[in-house]
Each structure stands twice: as structure tokens, then as C-alpha cells.
């Protein structure tokens, strides 16, 4: 998400690594989700703190419903749920918003900073009956620890061995059941024995351009400026069906109003504002439309083999690949054939050059 310059290095997501050397964090939500100590940073304030802010995902959150209620029911911890998905759609918000339904508390982690199974400890021992252990990035979980995650998902125990040679001696803790909620982008990468141990595995997809324009409406309010339904549909159209960059977008515009207009806000404001920072009407930024220049200036339109577009761009491949291309792939404006990649029709319109004469 490096690309998001504008506002993403100023709202670290707050479901990032836990302290290296300190205590696990630990939160107390079963009051609503008051956050004293984290500061007034825009992207916990935006958050929603409950289920019923939420939008969009509406058949996820019936799914976790029925599992919440169940559980309650029988007094029973919540099942171990694993959330997978794009960045900024919703898997650390679920994470936050459930311990809340169900009134207990969560424990922060991240997959990437656990690096040794003593790592793991600290948050095991911390766990309470019902209470939510969360990690983030599980995919990262080096397989030493994710083994130890086998037993405490499954037997809520866990075996460690301390020490080394004539010196090691095991550790049997039993632990209190508690819920594992897993967040990642890479469900790929998680092996099948871990997976299996999730419940639930839930799926985050796209927003749509009115899920994308309610976000925007509702967080105006909530950051107090006055934004009309077309102006939080100019917002929509360029966040790539993503509302942490909807709610990028929208501070980037109070920002921008605040210091020319007055703080009026209306759709030409928007389109400015954004139009400042590169951000086009499909939501296209500066770099996205730099690769399609490249690939149609450069290649005619294609096919052309990725290194040899990262090479004229002076960028890594795996930037471009990683970065640029998905959403450019997602909005049919590139396509990746055996022979490279290609340009296609409504990219040569967008960017407003003439299609070449080519067999595509
Ligand atoms: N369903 C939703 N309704 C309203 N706002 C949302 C919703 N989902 C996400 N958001 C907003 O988008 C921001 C980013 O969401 P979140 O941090 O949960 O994404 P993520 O999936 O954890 O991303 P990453 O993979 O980068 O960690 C949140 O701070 C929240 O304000
Ligand atoms: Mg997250």
C-alpha cells in the first residue's frame, strides 16, 4: 500500500505489530469500544465500532450473526474465524467489531511478529473463557509457531519445549477456550492444517459504488463536514471499491476544502481535490496510468513481457506486478495473455489514444 502516499503513512492501521518486547495488547470493547490511548488518529475514528455500522458485507455479517447468536446460546466461545481478503476491506474492522457483540475482550498480534513459538506464550496464557485472540498477517506465522496453533485451536492446549538438549524440559499448559480470529490477504499461502482449523472462513469482497457512497456520507458526518449524496458518489467511483481508500479520499477532500473553498465541499470540489493528487474518475493514480502510457507509447498497446515494461519504467516487476497491475486487470484495462501483456480497448479509451491496428 505503499502507493497510497497521501494519507496512508498517517493512518498506520492500528491492527498492526504488537509491541516487539512488551506485553500483548489488550482491549476491553464490551463498553461500546472506547479507545482512550490510541490519539485522534482519522482511521479509528472512521472505524465502525459495532456490527450495524458496518456496510456492505451484509451477507458475511448475517453468517457471523447466526454464529454469534448460536454461541451466546449455548454459552460457548465463538468458533475460530478466518478472514480473508484484499488490504482496507473490512478484516481487521470485523476483528475489532465482534469481541465487541460479544462482549469480551481481544488481543491484538501480528503473524509477522511472532517469530519464535515463546512469542506465542504471552497471548495464550492471556486468554480468558470466550475472550478473542486476533492475528493479523497469519499467513506470516512461521511454521514452528503454527504448530503450536494446531493444539491451542483445536484441545485449547498447548506442549512447549523450553530450553535445549539434556536441559529441555516440556511445558503442558491447558488454556481457556477462547476464539482465534485470523485476518490475511494471502489465503494461499495458509497451509491446509491451519485452515481447517477455522470454523468460519469468510471471504471479504468488493464494495460497490453505493456501499463505497454510504461510507463516505456516514463518515462525513462523523468528521462533521457537509458532503451531498453526488459529491460522496464522485469519492466512491475513485476508491477502487475500497473503503480505506473512500475514507482516504474523503480526508484528502475536507483537507483540500478546508484550505481553499471554506470547507464547502461539493462534487467539482471533489473532483478537484482528487484530480490534485492524480487520482482519475476510475480511480487510476498517477503511477497506474504511467504503466498504461508505457505499455501504449512504448509496446503499442502490447503484448509486452513485464520486465521489459519495469525496465522503461525504471520500477521493479514486482511492484508492478504486486501494485499496479491487479486493479488494472480488475477494471479490464490490461489483460495478461502467454504472449505479455496487453492494453485492451477501454484502456486505449481512457487514456485517450488511438487504438493501433493490431490482431488482439
Ligand atoms: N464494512 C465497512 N463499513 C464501513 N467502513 C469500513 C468497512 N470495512 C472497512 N471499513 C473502513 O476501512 C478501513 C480499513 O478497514 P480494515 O482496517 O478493517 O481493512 P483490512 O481488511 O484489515 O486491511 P489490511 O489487509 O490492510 O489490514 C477501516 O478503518 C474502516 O474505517
Ligand atoms: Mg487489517
Known amino acids: 500500500m505503499a502507493r497510497e502516499a497521501i494519507y496512508q503513512q498517517s493512518n498506520p492501521d492500528p491492527g498492526g505489530d504488537p509491541p516487539e518486547d512488551g506485553p500483548p495488547s489488550e482491549k476491553g470493547v464490551a463498553d461500546g469500544g472506547e479507545e482512550p490511548d490510541r490519539g ?10 459495532r456490527m450495524a455500522e458496518m456496510v456492505g458485507q451484509q ?9 454469534i447468536d448460536a454461541a451466546q446460546v449455548r454459552g460457548e466461545p465463538l ?13 481487521t ?14 488481543q491484538m498480534a501480528n503473524g509477522a511478529g511472532l517469530k519464535a513459538p515463546r512469542d506465542l506464550l504471552p497471548y495464550l496464557t492471556n486468554v480468558s473463557r470466550g475472550s478473542v485472540l486476533f492475528i493479523d498477517e497469519i499467513h506470516r506465522v512461521p511454521r514452528a509457531i503454527e504448530e503450536y496453533l494446531y493444539t491451542a485451536m483445536e484441545d485449547f492446549r498447548i506442549d512447549i519445549v523450553l530450553g535445549e538438549g539434556v536441559n529441555a524440559r516440556t511445558l503442558n499448559l491447558s488454556l481457556e477456550p477462547f476464539t482465534l480470529i485470523g485476518a490475511t490477504t494471502r489465503a494461499g499461502m495458509l497451509t491446509a492444517p491451519l485452515r481447517d482449523r477455522f470454523q468460519i472462513r469468510e471471504h471479504l469482497g468488493w464494495y460497490t459504488r453505493k456501499e463505497l457512497a454510504e461510507i463516505v456520507l456516514r463518515n462525513s458526518k462523523k468528521l462533521n463536514i457537509d458532503v451531498d449524496p453526488t459529491s460522496a458518489g464522485v469519492i466512491a467511483d ?17 483537507d483540500y476544502a478546508q484550505s481553499k473553498t471554506k470547507g464547502n465541499v461539493e462534487a467539482s470540489v471533489c473532483e478537484a481535490a482528487l484530480d490534485m493528487i492524480g487520482i482519475d474518475h476510475l480511480g487510476l493514480d498517477k503511477q497506474d496510468r504511467n504503466y498504461l502510457d508505457t505499455l501504449m507509447r512504448v509496446f503499442l498497446g502490447g503484448p509486452a513481457g513485464l520486465d521489459a515494461i519495469a525496465h522503461t519504467m525504471n520500477v521493479s516487476s514486482d511492484t508492478l506486478e504486486d501494485e499496479v497491475e491487479p486493479f488494472l486487470l480488475r477494471s479490464e484495462l490490461l489483460v495478461r495473455t502467454r504472449r505479455g501483456r496487453l492494453a485492451t480497448p477501454k484502456a486505449f479509451e481512457h487514456m485517450k489514444r488511438p487504438m493501433p491496428d493490431r490482431p488482439l
Open 40 to 49: 485522534p488518529d482519522p482511521d479509528v475514528t472512521l472505524r465502525p465500532q
Open 59 to 67: 451477507d458475511v455479517i448475517e453468517r457471523l450473526r447466526i454464529a
Open 79 to 91: 468458533g475460530h474465524i478466518l478472514f480473508d481478503g484484499p488490504p482496507g476491506l473490512g478484516k
Open 93 to 106: 474492522t470485523f476483528a475489532t467489531v465482534i469481541p465487541s457483540e460479544m462482549k469480551t475482550t481481544v
Open 238 to 254: 475513485r476508491s477502487r471499491s475500497t473503503p480505506r481508500l473512500a475514507n482516504n479520499r474523503l480526508l484528502w477532500v475536507r
